[in-house]
T-cell receptor, first 114, second 111 residues
Framework: DGGITQSPKYLFRKEGQNVTLSCEQN?????MYWYRQDPGQGLRLIYY???????QKGDIAEGYSVSREKKESFPLTVTSAQKNPTAFYLC?????????????FGQGTRLTVV | RKEVEQDPGPFNVPEGATVAFNCTYS??????FFWYRQDCRKEPKLLMS???SGNEDGRFTAQLNRASQYISLLIRDSKLSDSATYLC????????????FGQGTTLQVKP
């Protein structure tokens, strides 16, 4: 089945530790995105990438890092510099072909920092 | 001003009612528009794309007004299962890949 997979679904980390969230897609999409969602809030863009080895900061990139070494993969690292990392993290991908730019989401990772 | 704005609601309506949501966007160069549905603690799922000519899918109708820079979603004959948060999404510059979400509008359909 084609789709986008995030892992793990739940993640617990101690304060001060870096943690990496996985995101893989087999939809042959060029663009991939990371969003953060806090309770009762909308999605805020962290980083996005349109092509391998290139990515752009979104609105809340501070304290996060990404890489795009393969088209299928776009891992997100939450660093110790992120002051409030506990949140629901959503990865998405989309085509860049005109008229087909809707995004498809993974099931998300709930990160809790204690 | 936020790039994409929605009234967070909640909208509380009885079954069978018709309800409409609006969403405004700030960048006049925006090219692609979508409505997503998000259930509690789940990922957003595409409800429908929004085309310049407007489009309909069953009980759902989406409209785009470029002059006033807003999109709308109309739900007719509301069902209990329509209860969710509806997210407006805009691709700010055509197919450059930056999708911006509104904060969502919560709909609660009551028996």
């Amino acid at each position: 089945d084609g789709g986008i997979t995030q892992s793990p679904k739940y993640l617990f980390r101690k304060e001060g530790q870096n943690v990496t969230l996985s995101c893989e897609q087999n939809l042959n999409h060029d663009a991939m995105y990371w969003y953060r969602q806090d309770p009762g809030q909308g999605l805020r863009l962290i980083y996005y990438s349109q092509i391998v080895n290139d990515f752009q900061k979104g609105d809340i990139a501070e304290g996060y890092s990404v890489s795009r070494e393969k088209k299928e993969s776009f891992p997100l690292t939450v660093t110790s510099a992120q002051k409030n990392p506990t949140a629901f993290y959503l990865c998405a991908s989309s085509s860049l072909n005109r008229g087909r730019t809707e995004a498809f989401f993974g099931q998300g990772t709930r990160l809790t920092v204690v | 001003r936020k790039e994409v704005e929605q009234d967070p609601g909640p909208f509380n309506v009885p079954e069978g009612a018709t309800v409409a949501f609006n969403c405004t966007y700030s960048n006049s160069a925006s090219q692609s528009f979508f409505w997503y549905r998000q259930d509690c603690r789940k990922e957003p799922k595409l409800l429908m794309s929004v085309y310049s000519s407007g489009n309909e899918d069953g009980r759902f109708t989406a409209q785009l007004n470029r002059a006033s820079q807003y999109i709308s979603l109309l739900i007719r004959d509301s069902k209990l299962s329509d209860s969710a948060t509806y997210l407006c999404v805009v691709n700010l510059r055509g197919n450059t890949g930056k999708l911006i979400f509104g904060q969502g509008t919560t709909l609660q359909v009551k028996p």
